[in-house]
C-alpha cells in the first residue's frame, strides 16, 4: 500500500526535524468554510514558526496523504461535509473506492505512525457519548490512543461527550492524561471540567521526556496531552452546557446516530452560539498547534 509523504515532511523525518501530525476532519466536518481552510493553513503556519514542520493527512482520492499541499486543503474544505469522514474502520473502503477520506483522530493517527510522525496536534477528541451506557457510542479514537504511537496534543473534550467517563475509559485502557499546566481536564470551550487528570507537566521538555521514555519501553500507545483554551478565549460554562444539552436534545429528537452525530453537534453549537464558539475554536486549536510544536522539538532532541 502506498503513502503519499510530502517532500517536506519526507525530508523532516529522514534529518530527524520536528514534524506534527494534523487531522482533515475538522476541516471539513468541524468548522465551515472558508473560516476551515484559513484556520487549516494558520495552523501550519505556527507550526513552522515554532520549528517543526506540519504534516497535514487526509486521504486523496484513495491515496493516504501524509503532509497535504494548500490545493488539498481548499479542496477538503470546499467539499465539507461530502467528504468521507474516515476513522479506521474507512480507511480501506475509502481507499479501494479511489475517494477523499478526511480522516479522524483515530485515522490520523494510524496514518502518522506508518509515517513515523510522532505528535499530533487538535481541537479537541472524540470520547464516550452521554448516554454511551445504553447507546455504546464511544469514539474509536479511544482505543486507537490505546494501541497507536502517536501522542495527541489537544484541548480536552468537549462536553457532548461524558468527560468523566471518558477519563475513566482512557485509564482502562493504559493511556495517560497530562494536563499541561492545568491539574484538570479542560473541557474545550473553558478551561475546566471537575475532573481532576492523572499527571501535571508544565514544561514542554518533561512531556517529551516521558514520550521518550514510553518509546524506549516499547510501551506503544499514545499519551494524550490536555492544553486548556488560553483564558481570553474560553466561554462561560453555564451558557455552553445549555447550547450543548439543546444541541443533544436536537440530535435525539431527529434520531442523528453513528458517525453522523459528532459533526451533527458540531454544527449546530456553531449555530446556535453565532460563531463565538467558532472562533473559540480555532485559538484553542492554534494554541494546540504551538504546544504540540515545541513538545516534537524536545523530542527531536531526545530521539
Ligand atoms: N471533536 C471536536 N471537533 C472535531 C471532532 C471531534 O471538537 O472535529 C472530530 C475529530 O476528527 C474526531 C472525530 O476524531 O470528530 C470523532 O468522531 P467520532 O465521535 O464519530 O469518533
Ligand atoms: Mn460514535
Do not use: W
Not at 507537566?201 to 500507545?221: F, Q, R, S, T, Y
Amino acid at each position: 500500500m502506498k503513502i503519499k509523504v510530502s517532500d517536506e515532511v519526507r525530508e523532516a523525518l529522514l534529518s530527524g526535524k520536528p514534524v506534527v501530525a494534523l487531522e482533515s476532519t475538522i476541516i471539513s466536518h468541524g468548522m465551515p468554510y472558508p473560516k476551515n481552510v484559513q484556520t487549516a493553513l494558520m495552523v501550519e503556519d505556527v507550526i513552522r514558526k515554532n520549528g517543526a514542520v506540519p504534516a497535514t493527512i487526509a486521504i486523496i482520492k484513495g491515496v493516504p496523504t501524509v503532509g497535504c499541499s494548500k490545493e488539498d486543503i481548499e479542496h477538503l474544505g470546499k467539499a465539507g461535509l461530502t467528504v468521507t469522514k474516515t476513522s479506521r474502520r474507512d480507511i480501506p473502503i475509502v481507499v479501494a473506492k479511489e475517494l477523499d477520506g478526511a480522516t479522524t483522530v483515530a485515522a490520523t493517527m494510524i496514518l502518522a505512525e506508518k509515517a513515523g510522525v510522532k505528535i499530533f496536534a487538535t481541537g479537541g477528541i472524540g470520547g464516550v457519548h452521554r448516554g454511551a451506557e445504553t447507546t455504546m457510542d464511544i469514539s474509536a479514537d479511544l482505543e486507537e490512543l490505546a494501541k497507536t504511537n502517536v501522542n495527541v496534543v489537544c484541548a480536552g473534550a468537549k462536553s457532548i461527550l461524558d468527560l468523566k467517563l471518558t477519563l475513566e475509559y482512557l485509564e482502562t485502557k493504559g493511556v495517560e492524561v497530562v494536563g499541561y499546566q492545568t491539574d484538570e481536564l479542560p473541557a474545550f470551550f473553558t478551561r475546566k471540567s471537575g475532573f481532576k487528570v492523572n499527571c501535571r507537566m508544565d514544561e514542554p521538555v518533561e512531556i517529551a521526556k516521558a514520550i521518550n521514555c514510553k518509546d524506549e519501553l516499547g510501551l506503544g500507545g499514545g499519551i494524550l496531552i490536555v492544553n486548556p483554551i488560553p483564558e481570553e478565549y474560553s466561554m462561560d460554562p453555564e451558557y455552553i452546557e445549555k447550547v450543548i444539552k439543546e444541541a443533544i436534545a436536537d440530535a435525539d429528537a431527529k434520531g442523528v446516530k453513528g458517525k453522523e452525530i459528532t459533526p451533527f453537534l458540531l454544527d449546530k453549537i456553531q449555530k446556535v452560539t453565532g460563531g463565538e464558539s467558532l472562533e473559540s475554536n480555532i485559538k484553542l486549536v492554534l494554541n494546540n498547534a504551538k504546544l504540540a510544536a515545541l513538545i516534537a522539538t524536545e523530542l527531536s532532541k531526545l530521539q
